[in-house]
């Protein structure tokens, strides 16, 4: 089986360790501002031909990733607007990472106009899909009224549902809840 792309999160103690000299399976966490610069040794033409060839095709991973690698410049040129498509063609497609991963964008206004509204949508349905990293970013929303009317207590609940699949952002966000008496 040919390698594929490795990506880790800086500070994402749950994902392991990460060698940029090996090129590994995709290891991917979505909706992070921060993830880790990989060497161009580790992607080969073989790779990027079949993410593209993927792209082409309609698979909803290979889209997902050529997202990541346009939003942070790895690989390829940064491009968020290139990112956003990217991730709305994988969203549509029902990839739960690329729903969180374009919430995150309309609601930062990353790539596209601000629109709280649509990232509250694209949140919910990857809350629906099981995306951890789609219940903390939504529970934000909720905690402070963007897109949605605000709901301490369902945010708390968002957080400590994030939390409890092990999501690092759902721990600190539950546990400030927990401190501060919100929700």
Not at 30 to 40: I, Q, T
Not at 77 to 86: G, V
Not at 123 to 141: K, N, T
Not at 150 to 155: F, G
């Amino acid at each position: 089986r040919p390698p594929l792309v490795s990506c880790c999160v800086r500070g994402a103690s749950s994902l392991g360790s990460f060698d940029p000299r090996s090129p590994v399976d995709a290891v991917l966490t979505p909706g992070v501002a921060e993830v880790g610069s990989l060497r161009p040794e580790t992607m080969d033409s073989g790779t990027m031909t079949r993410l593209r060839a993927g792209e082409r095709d309609g698979n909803k991973d290979a889209i997902y990733m050529l997202g990541i690698m346009h939003l942070y410049g790895n690989f390829v040129e940064r491009d968020p607007k290139r990112a956003l498509e990217l991730f709305r063609r994988a969203a549509e497609k029902g990839h739960p990472a690329a729903q969180s991963n374009l919430g995150l964008m309309l609601s930062s206004g990353t790539g596209a106009a601000r629109d709280d509204r649509a990232a509250v949508g694209w949140l919910r349905e990857a809350v629906r899909g099981g995306s951890a990293d789609g219940e903390w970013m939504l529970a934000i929303m909720c905690r402070e009224g963007r897109g949605m009317a605000q709901d301490l207590r369902r945010a708390a609940r968002l957080f400590s549902e994030s939390a409890a699949k092990g999501n690092p952002h759902g721990q600190f966000y539950f546990g400030e809840a927990l401190e501060y008496g919100t929700g």
